[in-house]
């Protein structure tokens, strides 16, 4: 059980990573701050992830297009960012609540022996997967394709983190908690490259 507690530990610190400002303890017996996200800008969903594995993949930025966009091309680009900045919100709630049950289980571990919580948290985890791998699925503007593809790519780590985290806690694998750790710092790194690009797009229409 010690390999397993450890194992939920990176991903309890990994998710604290990735929640709008959150104030994580690694220590079990602190008291955990639940962190405001209401007045959080969505795009900003993550600070850089930190993990003690080392991501599989290292994505790489893109460079903002150049050209001056008309007033048309504006407000599709807003309308664009107004329904993904509610995808964003829904999917940090979703990481909030999920990392309060997984400190808890790091709390007690023998939790996941308990029906009852085994079947919240993985309901939690469902939604989870039901909101942070439903972003970048409108078809975007030009200006922001950059943006949407590092949202899908977060998209697919975030569902391989879900399958992996439900595999984890249901069969107490160590393994695949590892790896969900691994997805979920990947899916954020994404997270940050698709913000880098978003205010590079935002400080050029402001420079117009």
């Known amino acids: 059980m010690k390999n397993n507690k450890f194992n939920l530990w990176i991903i309890i610190l990994v998710l604290c990573s990735i929640l709008l400002s959150t104030s994580c303890s690694s220590d079990p017996k602190e008291d955990k701050v639940s962190p405001d996200i209401t007045n959080t800008i969505a795009v900003e969903i993550t600070e850089t992830a930190q993990s003690t594995s080392t991501p599989t993949s290292e994505p790489t930025s893109t460079s903002a297009p150049e050209s001056q966009i008309s007033d048309d091309e504006l407000a599709e680009n807003l309308e664009y960012l107004t329904v993904e900045e509610e995808k964003m919100i829904e999917c940090s709630s979703a990481l909030n609540t999920m990392a309060a049950s997984f400190t808890e289980v790091g709390d007690d571990v023998s939790l996941l022996l308990d029906p009852t919580y085994l079947a919240k948290l993985n309901a939690e985890i469902d939604d989870f997967e039901t909101y942070c791998t439903n972003m970048g699925q409108e078809n975007p503007p030009s200006a922001m394709e950059a943006v ?9 780590e975030y569902q ?14 160590a393994d695949h908690l590892n790896t969900a750790a691994d997805h979920l710092t990947i899916g954020s790194s994404y997270i940050n490259l698709a913000t880098d690009e978003l205010n590079t797009i935002l400080d050029l229409l402001q420079s117009e």
């Open 160 to 173: 391989q983190a879900s399958d992996d985290m439900r595999y984890g806690i249901n069969n107490l694998d």
């Open 148 to 156: 949407n593809d590092y949202l899908l790519l977060a998209d697919d």
